[in-house]
């Protein structure tokens, strides 16, 4: 805990409290403590956090920062997994929970403006009356908050026919490095012009603040129906995934968990699980009922197809909601095998399910980490689990490892690094898997033309040395310009 | 540093959480302030913090776990289940013990020693009645005047229930024992009576012990743990012999569940049962041992108190009971109503805003009466509602169904 407010820094804390008054400028050491991870493993030392309420606020205090030569790092609700939130190299914390108004609910063109502190559900639950709701649907939706939700431009369950959070982001209000405050993207469906709106979903941060957004609210389905498929193994199960999808359908959510899996969110939840199957596919349809009801039964004639055990369909809004929050809770019941998790996030191409799970288990075997797994299986999304006790010596490192084997098993198969957690620190260094010197090159150009000082979440995504010819500041000091 | 009691939160209750964050909207303490050192995930990683040295009991520690409510609806949604409760007495104990001041140390005597004695609560009944009926409730300091307003109309004295037994006509289904609890007796002497009335009916013998004591929830919530310690020994020598302790308040009873921390093993032996009585009500519904009425009494707004709801899950028993009355149920949000003990004296700001939201909120409902089946939060509720609804416990509305039913047969 080296990095405080002291010398210098303590014109820097004066100048906080001036715009936001004492309470909302927390940096004893327990208060920065609670600031320095996310949901995930990663730990960082911030320096100072501050709660902020308006456009103007943010503006102003990130003028501050940038005067101090203090980062700035932005926080939701802190539940991201990648560290994205993550003070890494010290810095100011700016939380968005206080934002939190649905300002503005257009029920005719179906959008929203909010703040970027207004939890996911909160959103979906407030646009329920008027029979919509906000697609993108993370499993901690919850409690995230859709500042957090554009940052990392998260996906859900529901991606699979809905897509993730960028396309369902219309415009944003954004506090820029130099405390301006900028309108991207228009509550156009087309806008003109390059595409900021585009760079800035899922930018981690790293471009700017986001401090209000136009969200587009997505009609909610005439029917649903939700099955719960037992499989004897996660073969089967794969197999009738790519059965589906080749019979041209696309359920509105596809998703997989294993054995260990159901076990341990069964002994929580006690939502009826086939806990005595290898794998469980939970498979939801909507559109009008009779649409709903033909593809349901060709999805159960696949099923069955596959060596399907059980087919069980929720039969009331009550049974398909303990589905899906026996899903969504999933992440959090792995404590009950060990203290500490890692929920990894990687995609495959879904043609090759099967031989990357394989690799998957046969990985957990050899780093002896408890495997347990839960995924979009719908867009080959993977979510392995390690459970693993933090405390054991070297036991982190290896679980490191570990992921690191994940994500090259994935991209050698022709996937990608994230699905939908985004890269953080935690997958930082292994961008250069995907992407060409040149690619990494033109991302770190972006990122100067929106920030060259370096101000927001310094260090996220982009690898050191991305930028060729990287001299650490674009112009050399004292250059006329 | 670190912590120095036996009541100290320990390394696997703490580890036990993973920092997911499903909690956070969950916590009202939370949703008021947003901040991370008012929800439960900042509060386990507060007390693990201090279990590392990283950081000692300081005033920012004590603030972060006294602002809390208490009211565990973090424990129901949590899927690591982490025992969030008792590491919060746990961690209120360390307060009290590292760094007891005078009025913490004053404030766990007088919820040892005052609500733990007869004779100390008929003198504040008498008080408390003097007061009430003299308007002086009206002018008294603002920290107890909520509470006060919230009160039944309290008798100078009321007689004692302890050392009677109450028999069935037919051989007994089983042995309860009634907890008498320290303000349940004097100022809700009808919720005993109903649940005595009830429980007979339904079969059972009912003992009230007399050497009973205090259940001790307060003291513990407060970090008084020595106390609280105490209270429960004397208890569980108390009741030894009956099939189940029973109690009508939601508080009385997920402590006296909680009874094998705070009770020393040999003074609790295994057959140590605990119902709050609405589970017990709504078991002899289901088994047709109490009768369900028609419909056609008045819509009920049906609080769920924390400590029944998130404590012990108990969701579904006090609405039965009402329908068993012949009442409709509107729910309420099930978010703290701020009573939460002692808290709306400690914190009457907080306290006093989340009442007003729910007071609120049952003003929307349409509903004419209000159920609550813990007697802080019905004086919580009272008290915002500034005397426009009844509010009882489900038992006292299922009993006065039963006897206007009877009457109107006659």
């Given at each position: ?68 030569g ?45 703040g ?51 396309n ?56 649903v ?113 060990a ?15 099967v031989?990357?799970?394989r ?75 995907l ?47 | 540093?670190?912590?120095q ?20 909207p ?11 050192t ?80 007869p004779?100390i609560?008929?003198?504040?009944t ?148 605990v ?15 109490l ?56 914190r ?45 416990h ?9 006897s ?7």
């Amino acid at each position: 805990m080296a990095a405080t407010l002291t010398g210098s820094n303590t014109k820097f804390r004066d100048d906080l409290i001036r715009v936001l008054g004492a309470e909302r400028v927390m940096d004893s050491t327990l208060e920065r403590h609670l600031y320095a991870k996310d949901a995930g493993v990663y730990t960082g030392n911030p320096t100072v956090v501050v709660m902020i309420e308006t456009t103007e606020e943010v503006a102003q205090v990130v003028r501050a920062a940038r005067r101090h030569g203090i980062p700035v790092v932005a926080r939701g609700a802190g539940t991201g997994l990648s560290a994205g939130a993550v003070p890494e190299v010290g810095g100011m914390v700016l939380v968005t929970t206080r934002m939190n108004r649905i300002e503005e609910i257009d029920t005719e063109n179906r959008t929203a403006w909010v703040g970027p502190g207004v939890i996911n559900l909160d959103l979906s639950a407030a646009t329920t009356p008027f029979g919509m709701h906000f697609a993108p649907d993370p499993s901690s939706q919850s409690a995230c908050t859709v500042g957090g939700n554009i940052a990392c431009n998260s996906g859900g369950p529901h991606c699979l026919s809905e897509g993730s959070t960028v396309n369902h982001v219309l415009a944003l209000e954004v506090v820029t490095d130099t405390g301006d405050v900028m309108i991207v993207g228009s509550g156009a469906p087309d806008p003109i012009g390059l595409d900021l709106r585009g760079i800035l979903v899922g930018s981690e941060g790293t471009l700017g603040i986001v401090t209000r957004a136009l969200v587009k609210l997505t009609p909610n389905p005439p029917d649903v129906r939700t099955m719960a498929v037992a499989f004897p193994t996660i073969e089967d199960a794969a197999a009738t995934v790519s059965g589906i999808i080749a019979a041209g359908l696309i359920p509105a959510a596809l998703e997989m968990m294993d054995q260990l899996m159901m076990q341990a969110i069964e002994n929580w939840l006690h939502a009826g699980l086939p806990v005595e199957a290898g794998a469980l596919l939970l498979a939801e349809v909507t559109g009008v009922t009779e649409a709903v009801a033909a593809e349901a039964e060709i999805i159960t004639s696949i099923a069955h197809g596959n060596n399907a055990l059980s087919v069980q369909v929720a039969a009331s809004p009550e049974e398909r909601e303990i589905l899906w929050k026996s899903r969504k809770s999933a992440f959090g019941a792995v404590a009950q095998a060990a203290p500490d998790y890692y929920l990894h996030d990687t995609v495959v191409p879904r043609t090759r399910l099967v031989e990357a799970m394989r690799q998957v288990y046969e990985i957990g075997e050899r780093y002896e980490i408890i495997m347990m797994n839960v995924f979009h299986a719908g867009d080959g999304n993977l979510h392995p689990l390690m459970a693993f006790d933090a405390s054991e010596p070297g036991r982190l490192d290896k679980v490191k490892a570990a992921a690191d084997e994940l994500v090259e098993l994935c991209v050698e198969k022709g996937g990608v690094l994230s699905g939908e957690h985004g890269i953080g620190i935690e997958k930082r260094h292994l961008m250069p898997l995907l992407f060409t010197e040149m690619d990494l090159d033109a991302q770190a150009r972006v990122k100067e033309a929106f920030d060259a000082e370096g101000v927001f979440n310094p260090g996220k995504v982009l690898p050191e040395g991305s930028r060729c010819f990287d001299f650490g500041r674009p112009v050399p000091e004292g250059a006329w310009v | 540093m670190g912590y120095q009691t036996p009541y100290a939160p320990t390394r696997s209750e703490l580890s036990s959480c993973i920092q997911c964050g499903l909690c956070l909207p969950h916590c009202p303490t939370f949703r008021l302030t947003g901040k991370e050192t008012d929800s439960p995930r900042g509060r386990l990683t507060a007390m693990a913090a201090v279990l590392d040295g990283i950081t000692g009991i300081d005033e920012v520690f004590a603030e972060t776990i006294s602002f809390c409510l208490g009211c565990r609806a973090c424990e129901p949604v949590c899927p690591s289940m982490v025992p969030y409760g008792r590491t919060l007495e746990g961690a209120r104990a360390e307060i009290s013990a590292q760094r007891g001041g005078v009025t913490r140390r004053l404030r766990g005597w007088v919820m040892e020693t005052w609500l733990g004695s007869p004779a100390i609560m008929r003198v504040i009944t008498w008080t408390t009645a003097l007061v009430q009926q003299t308007g002086l409730d009206r002018i008294a300091p603002r920290r107890v005047r909520s509470g006060l307003r919230g009160l039944r109309r309290i008798g100078w004295r009321t007689p004692s229930l302890r050392g009677r037994t109450f028999q069935p006509d037919q051989a007994p289904v089983a042995t309860v024992g009634l907890l008498t609890g320290c303000i349940m007796g004097p100022w809700f002497a009808d919720v005993h009576h109903a649940s005595i009335a009830l429980l007979v009916r339904a079969g059972y013998r009912v003992v009230v012990p007399s050497d009973q004591t205090c259940c001790g929830a307060l003291a513990a919530h407060d970090g008084a743990a020595e106390g609280a310690a105490r209270l429960a020994a004397r208890n569980a020598a108390a009741f030894r012999g009956v099939d189940y302790v029973v109690a009508n308040a939601a508080g009385c009873s997920a402590h006296l569940k909680d009874y094998r921390h705070w009770a020393p093993g040999e003074a609790l032996d295994e057959g140590w049962q605990v119902r709050d009585i609405t589970e017990l009500v709504a078991d002899a519904v289901e088994d047709g041992r109490l009768p369900r009425l028609e419909e056609g009494r008045g819509l009920v707004a049906l609080q769920h108190p924390c400590h029944l709801r998130n404590a012990q899950r108990i969701v579904t028993q006090p609405q039965l009971i009402l329908e068993a009355a012949g009442h409709r149920t509107t729910p309420i949000d099930p978010v703290c109503c701020g009573a939460a003990g002692f808290y709306s004296i400690l914190r009457p700001d907080t306290s006093a805003r989340l009442g007003r939201d729910k007071a609120d909120e049952i003003r929307r409902s349409g509903a004419t009466l209000v159920a609550s089946a813990n007697p802080g939060c019905e004086m919580q509720l009272r008290s915002h509602l500034a005397g426009e609804y009844r509010v009882l416990h489900p038992v006292e509305l299922y009993l006065q169904a039963l006897s206007n039913a009877k009457e109107s047969q006659a």
